[in-house]
């Protein structure tokens, strides 16, 4: 771990443009940001050449899953594969993890766990389930960034899916917290039936794993939030958006003026369900993996604001657990593993496109912290802000193989891509904890609380 004083680049990404500059730093955040020859004596100064200097990311999208489950990730490989990706601030979701945090006291055992292990910032959601509209407002006091609820079974039992009934029940409570909550929208009638219908077909068929998750399970769903957001005038954000026929629904409530936001993720943006070949269960996920066509609108509506920003639904497990052998999609566990590997997966697929680092930023950095209340300081390189900045290369290209990912569990769906932009430095609170491969120190990243720097 080495403390920096100063970064100078000849690619700055400011709220203002990218700029040739030095930031200055000094006990944790920005002091200043001058002229590119305008930097201290001092040994401790960085000097980032052509690279991009660029805010640490910021993933409010990460299931870390311990205690219970370390077995599938745990915060000290988590957070080393985000300060290897560039991310320097994370918020854990309230599953996979035995307790789910559906309570205060569950909460605190998961803050027992993470203590001393991680090595970038992590912040912690709070989950409602049936029954525990009670546990809220322990959930707010114990510093939670707001809640998380799945309206489809989650795949796991100790976080069961809500109903509107449910919703009912706990968003007078949640509207008066002025706290966020993300929801899983996909309506569990639509995928029975359309499951009902597959019933004689291959499991091993991507085809058939797309079929059963219909685009209409998260358009009745998001057109369900956006009344209830109507109603009770809470903010409801739609988390991992898959199908380009939701982005109209939410574009018109957000004119109407509706407390109502969303995000996709790089998997539904990078690949595409022509490309799937069958029984390749590491592209499992729900939603799925939509077409190419699906793919582009969803890339407009980043672009017209329809979705706000992009963050990685990183939700890992054992090898064993996605069913290779068989190749089964329904047995196999859906989520995608890719938190290292966000940044250049939507840097390959920007480039070349009319979007741009300025749009990166506003999507990877900006966007997620301002979800998270943390747009004050953190997902920009400004005066104040924490000094959590990623130094990478747009230009170098590299291979994904296994051996180079630092969470857990090394298979993804990622495996052999080539990729453009290389992580070369990550600096937490002016501290470089990351450079080229090797990670100094001890990590030493903080248990993030709502309200509290």
């Given at each position: 771990?080495k403390?920096i004083h100063?970064?100078?680049g000849?690619r700055?990404?400011?709220p203002?443009?990218?700029i040739a500059?030095?930031v ?18 001092s040994?401790?100064?960085?000097d980032?050449g052509?690279s ?31 300060a ?20 205060a006291?569950a ?5 027992a ?9 992590v912040?912690?959601?709070g ?11 322990g959930l707010d006091?114990a ?23 449910d ?9 008066e917290?002025?706290?966020p909550?993300?929801v ?6 639509q995928?029975?039936a359309?499951?009902k219908?597959l ?7 991507y ?15 998001i057109?369900m ?11 409801v ?14 574009l ?6 509706l ?8 998997h539904?943006?990078f ?15 729900a ?10 609108k969803?890339w407009?509506a ?6 706000d ?17 068989s ?21 390959t ?7 741009s ?6 999507w990877?950095?900006?966007?997620p912290a ?6 004050n300081?953190?997902g ?10 990623v130094?990478w ?17 090394k298979?993804?769906?990622?495996l ?16 470089m ?8 120190g ?12």
């Open positions: 771990m403390t100063a970064i100078r000849k700055v990404m400011t203002e443009g990218l500059a030095t200055h730093m000094r006990d944790g955040a920005v002091t200043s940001i001058t002229g590119y020859n305008e930097f201290p004596s040994k401790n100064m960085y980032a052509d991009v200097v660029m805010p640490g990311l910021v993933d409010t999208h990460v299931h870390i899953n311990e205690p219970g489950r370390t077995g599938w990730e745990g915060f000290e490989t988590a957070t080393r594969a985000a290897a990706g560039g991310v320097t601030t994370l918020i854990d979701m309230p599953l996979n993890s035995i307790p789910a945090s559906t309570t006291a909460l605190e055992r998961k803050r766990a993470a203590r001393k292990r991680c090595w970038v910032n912040g912690f959601w989950g409602v389930v049936p029954g525990n509209a009670n546990e809220l407002r006091r510093g939670v960034f707001g809640f998380k609820c799945f309206l489809a079974p989650s795949g796991v039992p100790e976080f069961a899916n809500v109903n509107e009934a919703l009912r029940e706990t968003l007078p409570a949640l509207a917290m002025n706290l909550l993300l899983h929208a996909e309506l569990p009638e995928i029975e359309a499951t219908k019933q004689k077909s291959d499991p091993t068929k085809e058939t794993w797309l079929r059963s998750r219909p685009v209409a399970a998260e358009t009745k769903a057109e939030l956006i009344r209830l957001a109507r109603e009770f005038k809470v903010h954000h739609v988390v991992h958006v898959s199908s380009a026929l939701s982005a109209p629904l939410i018109r409530a957000k004119e109407e003026g407390p109502i936001t969303a995000e996709t993720c790089p539904y943006l690949f595409e369900a022509s490309s799937i070949g069958n029984g390749r269960t590491q592209f499992k996920c939603p799925p993996i939509r077409e190419a066509e699906n793919n582009r969803l407009k980043l672009g017209n604001g329809a979705l920003f992009i963050v990685s639904d990183h939700s890992p497990s054992p090898p064993s657990m996605k069913c290779l052998k190749g089964d999609f329904f047995r196999a566990w859906g989520g995608i593993s890719s938190l290292q590997l966000g940044l250049p997966a939507i840097w697929r920007l480039s070349g496109t009319e979007y680092l300025r749009h990166l930023v506003r990877m950095c900006n966007g301002q979800l998270a209340g943390l747009d300081r953190k920009a390189i400004a005066p104040g802000y924490d000094a959590d900045i130094v290369n747009p230009e170098k290209s590299f291979t994904v193989k296994s051996g180079m990912l630092k969470h857990r569990h298979l993804t769906p990622y052999n891509e080539s990729l453009r932009g290389v992580v070369e430095t990550t600096f937490l609170g002016g501290e904890i990351y450079d080229r491969g090797r990670f100094l001890s990590p030493r990243g903080a248990l993030l609380r709502r309200g509290q720097r």
